[in-house]
């Protein structure tokens, strides 16, 4: 059995920076699903405009081919929108399921595995060793998510980030196919006021404890 974390949470909670953190800590592979999303939602645009339909995304994400992402390309603010509006089409969840496993049968690391989303521990790995859910104030969000736009010369305000975030929230949790919600066994860590060194310090605890029963 491959060991297996999984990370799922809120957009800007945090949860990207600590699944890189654990991956490099313990050694394993790391895999961002959120840009299965994000890359669909490119593909989609750059293919039909912003008119495209549900049909277009299904036929896209049938032939899709993962290691054809760019993240460079994915991280803008316009396609977060897009991508939560793709993810809420159960067609394309149904698809993606499929490559989210065979990443781990095909894992590149003999290790294990961190993969990161909003159903990571509840539908692609339910028997995942370590399961987290990751959480943290809307305005602190958006400080981060700001930070990095801005980092990336993205023109876009607080007050924008904001409704954006609250959007994409309330789509990821409403949504009739794989909502986002914490997984029963999941430990929720709560970053709105420690930094991601502490953060790592926590989830690393319950890692290392799963890796030596
Ligand atoms: O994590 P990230 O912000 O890159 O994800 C973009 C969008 O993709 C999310 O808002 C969510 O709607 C969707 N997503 C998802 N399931 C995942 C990962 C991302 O629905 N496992």
């Known amino acids: 059995m491959t060991f297996t974390v999984a990370i799922d949470g809120l957009a800007g909670s945090g949860k990207g920076t600590l699944a890189l953190a654990l991956a490099d800590k313990f050694n394993l592979a790391y895999f961002d699903t959120g840009l299965l999303y994000r890359g669909l939602a490119y593909v989609a645009l750059d293919e039909f405009g912003e008119d ?11 032939s899709f081919r993962v290691n054809t992402l760019k993240e460079s390309n994915l991280r803008s603010p316009i396609l977060g929108k897009y991508a939560s509006e793709i993810g809420a089409i159960p067609e394309v969840r149904k698809i993606l399921i499929k490559i989210q496993r065979e990443f781990k ?17 509840t539908v692609i790995f339910p028997n995942a060793n370590v399961k987290l859910f990751i959480s943290a104030s809307l305005e602190e969000r958006a400080r981060r998510r700001l930070r990095d736009f801005l980092t990336n010369d993205e023109n876009i305000s607080y007050d ?5 975030l609250q959007k994409r929230d ?44």
Do not use: C, M
């Open 52 to 62: 495209f339909t549900k049909t277009n995304v299904i036929n896209i994400a049938k």
């Open 105 to 121: 049968e095909k894992s590149p690391s003999n290790k294990g595995i961190v993969v990161d989303g909003r159903d990571i521990g």
């Open 160 to 164: 924008e980030v904001i409704k954006q």
């Open 170 to 213: 309330q789509r990821d949790k409403e949504r009739s196919v794989a909502p986002l919600v914490a997984a029963k066994d999941a430990h929720l860590i709560d970053t709105t006021n420690i930094n991601k060194e502490e953060t790592l310090e926590i989830a690393s605890s319950l890692v290392a404890k799963k890796l030596s029963d």
